[in-house]
T-cell receptor, first 114, second 116 residues
Framework: AQSVTQPDIHITVSEGASLELRCNYS??????LFWYVQSPGQGLQLLLK??????LVQGIKGFEAEFKRSQSSFNLRKPSVHWSDAAEYFC????????????FGTGTQLKVEL | GAVVSQHPSRVICKSGTSVKIECRSL??????MFWYRQFPKQSLMLMAT?????????EQGVEKDKFLINHASLTLSTLTVTSAHPEDSSFYIC????????????FGPGTRLTVL
């Protein structure tokens, strides 16, 4: 069965510092890959997605993610974190031809220190 | 665009009662809607997928008689938790997409259910 692993449950960074959130997936073929952010009281918001093509994907709010097939990874990055980025981040995968069904990782809680 | 709402945002009920949660796509037609359950500090677990006008497809281990899903229109899906018990207490989240394939899912803000 496919799985998504986010090794870091909690991450704390200082405002202005760079950020990298890790995501690894386990699946025979390359799935579609997503990063979502969840803030309290708000629905999950899509940051970016990878279907094919350029392995470096640009998203909203200054986020980017790089797909590395050899490492089965899709890590999320941001060069300079803002205090408003504090939230829960979820990596998700969708099987190609899987009827749009998403499998989520366990999430990474980001705390930003001022 | 692509806003999804849920109502209520929070509900408390007594054990044995039924609770209905609504999920609406406000500015687009949602061919497919999904219902997820999220336990504290855990990930979202897909419960079921519903297509407008069709019976919902439930994930393994999800009781279809317990969690009734109706997707009667292209903008509304409902989840009814029947005969709720304390172990049904959770955060329920819906999402909606315009169609199959690689279409993006848009998520509602979630409903916190507490069963006393």
């Amino acid at each position: 069965a496919q799985s998504v692993t986010q090794p870091d449950i909690h991450i704390t960074v200082s405002e202005g510092a760079s950020l990298e959130l890790r995501c690894n997936y386990s699946y025979g073929a390359t799935p579609y890959l997503f990063w979502y952010v969840q803030s309290p009281g708000q629905g999950l918001q899509l940051l970016l997605k990878y279907f094919s093509g350029d392995t470096l994907v640009q998203g909203i709010k200054g986020f980017e993610a790089e797909f590395k097939r050899s490492q089965s990874s899709f890590n999320l990055r941001k060069p300079s974190v803002h205090w408003s980025d504090a939230a829960e981040y979820f990596c998700a995968v969708e099987l190609t031809g899987g009827g749009n069904k998403l499998t989520f990782g366990t999430g990474t809680q980001l705390k930003v220190e001022l | 665009g692509a806003v999804v709402s849920q109502h209520p945002s929070r509900v408390i009920c007594k054990s044995g009662t039924s609770v209905k949660i609504e999920c609406r796509s406000l500015d687009f037609q949602a061919t497919t809607m999904f219902w997820y359950r999220q336990f504290p500090k855990q990930s979202l677990m897909l419960m079921a997928t519903s297509n407008e006008g069709s019976k919902a497809t439930y994930e393994q281990g999800v009781e279809k008689d317990k969690f009734l899903i109706n997707h009667a229109s292209l903008t509304l899906s409902t989840l009814t938790v029947t005969s709720a018990h304390p172990e049904d207490s959770s955060f329920y989240i819906c999402s909606a997409s315009r169609g199959g394939g690689t279409d993006t899912q848009y998520f509602g803000p979630g409903t916190r259910l507490t069963v006393l």
